[in-house]
Each structure stands twice: as structure tokens, then as C-alpha cells.
């Protein structure tokens, strides 16, 4: 079973940009989509992004235009920028291969 390790979350403040990587144990392109989603307090987790293999890309209404996911299957990683964040992005955000979750990278914007 593939594991996946997101890293990258921080505190920053609104307007600002993050990188998140999710690196995964195993080949990436065994899996269709990757995906990530996330978590806010008192929330039900969401869907942030998904991303097919052949690099079709879908977003979340709210995040479409400011985030862009990535996968590079040479490296079995896949990635988050968030750019223009705001307040309301904050939350955990997870790595998802269809199957696994990983732990989750806290992301804070606040001033």
C-alpha cells in the first residue's frame, strides 16, 4: 500500500504563497487522479484540487484561478501552490492517491 507524506504548511499571512508536496512511496501512475483536499475546524473535509495522469486539472470554485496542482511521476510527488491565500484556506490539507491519505499539513493565514 502506498504511502504519502504532505509537507510544506506554515503560518503566513493574507496574500502570500505556500507550496505543499506529497511524496509517495510508491509509483504515482498506478493511481488515475491524485488529489488534495482539506480539513477545516468544525468542517467537513473537501476537495481542494485533483489532477488526472494525463494532467487534466480540477478545482475547487474557491480556489480555481489562486491554486495549481502539479504531479511529477519521475519523482512519485505531487504538488500544491497556493498563491493570493486568504484566511479562509486555512485548514489541513491532505494528499489523496484514490485509496491512501496521508497525515496532513496544517496551512494558517492570518495576519
Known amino acids: 500500500q502506498v504511502q504519502l507524506v504532505e509537507s510544506g504548511g506554515g503560518l503566513v499571512q493574507p496574500g502570500e504563497t505556500l507550496r505543499l508536496s506529497c511524496a509517495a512511496s510508491g509509483n504515482i501512475d498506478s493511481s488515475y487522479v491524485m488529489g488534495w483536499f482539506r480539513q477545516a475546524p468544525g468542517k467537513q473535509r473537501e476537495k481542494v484540487a485533483l489532477i488526472t495522469i494525463g494532467g487534466t486539472a480540477n ?20 504538488y500544491l501552490d497556493m498563491n493570493i491565500l486568504k484566511p ?3 485548514a489541513v490539507y491532505y494528499c489523496n492517491d484514490g485509496f491512501t491519505w496521508g497525515q496532513g499539513t496544517q496551512v494558517t493565514v492570518s495576519s
Open 59 to 78: 478545482y475547487h470554485p474557491s480556489v480555481s484561478g489562486r491554486f495549481t496542482i502539479s504531479r511529477d511521476s519521475a519523482k512519485n510527488m505531487v
Open 88 to 90: 479562509e484556506d486555512t
